[in-house]
């Protein structure tokens, strides 16, 4: 028996040192996102989109440590939107939240018959749940007085997003960690930018989050973001770090090494060129620049 608690305890502690472990890095993460992208400000009043999964959950617990030992002052109001999906728990966060002592609201509204009687059966509802959900809490943020609307994004989505506007839109472009809403009237945040998926999901499960799975898109098949995403997880496996490369060139665009014309100058393009500088910033060429490019095309 005594053998048997010590066992307990022992487990007990090892949880608790990873949950720590697993806090401090999620905390310097989004410290560090923070502070590169000037999401938060003294005075704001952050809106918390708590949906009810892993990565919201994390977000609100992480932002309320920052909370007490920020050396600035701002306010955080979690809020859900309750979309009446059949099935919903709806007393799970009101209780989770009054036990965590944070300001929230409940924002009911019927999305759900909205989506399922203009999305054909069989077909991806994403996009327009979506649309829905994100103007129902940009236009609550008005009413309540938010300065910023935090969303719980992370890394990885950034990066499927990323592939996903690549492989099927055409375009290079993903999620900002900071936006302003194409209104101008909300700034949008993603505090767990920087944060790894997989660290998420494991602080979630240590600290016991009262998940609530989505029954309206979470349970679809064929997804394309589902298929990026097992796409990136393979080669995490298959080269471990090649994840975190890819989200750095995020963070190191060089516009006149792709083929953009709105985005470079490409006609004004001159000898002499130097990276870094724009066709517009140009001084005028000197002769060992010339002599240095002529020499390195003839090799």
């Known amino acids: 028996m005594t053998e048997q608690i010590d066992t307990d305890v022992s487990l007990d502690k090892k949880i608790k040192v990873r949950q720590n472990k697993l806090q401090k890095r999620l905390r310097r993460e989004m410290g560090k996102a923070i502070e590169d992208f000037n999401m938060i400000e003294d005075g704001d009043k952050i809106m918390v989109c708590l949906s009810g999964g892993k990565d919201s959950y994390a977000m609100l617990d992480i932002l309320m440590n920052l909370q007490r030992s920020a050396p600035i002052s701002f306010e955080l109001v979690a809020v859900n939107l309750d979309q009446k999906q059949p099935g919903f728990p ?99 945040i993603r505090p767990l930018a920087y944060a790894r998926e997989k660290d998420i999901a494991e602080y979630a499960k240590l600290k016991e989050f009262p998940i609530i799975p989505c029954n309206l898109c979470g349970s679809q098949d064929g997804l394309q973001r589902q298929v990026i995403k097992e796409m990136l997880q393979a080669w995490d496996k298959q080269s471990p770090g090649r994840i975190e490369t890819m989200f750095r060139s995020l963070q190191n665009v060089v516009p006149s090494h792709l083929a953009d014309t709105e985005a470079f100058d490409f006609k004004s393009l001159e000898i002499g060129y130097r990276h870094g500088i724009t066709p517009s910033m140009q001084e005028p060429a000197k002769a060992s620049d010339v002599t240095e490019m002529i020499d390195i095309l003839s090799v």
Do not use: Q, W
């Not at 018959?113 to 991806?124: A, M, Q």
């Not at 979506?130 to 719980?152: M, N």
């Not at 492989?167 to 809403?181: C, E, H, N, T």
């Open 90 to 188: 709806e007393h799970i966060l009101p209780a989770y939240l009054k036990s965590i002592e944070v300001p929230f609201h409940i924002v009911e509204r019927d999305t759900y018959s909205v989506v399922k009687s203009v999305v054909p059966e069989g077909k991806t509802t994403c996009a327009l749940c979506s649309r829905l959900r994100r103007g129902t809490l940009y236009g609550f943020a008005e009413e309540i007085g938010a300065t910023k609307i935090a969303l719980g994004h992370h890394r990885d989505d950034i990066l499927e997003t990323f592939f996903l506007n690549m492989f099927y839109g055409g375009k290079l472009k993903s999620m900002p960690p900071k936006l302003v809403s194409d209104d101008g009237k909300n700034m949008v």
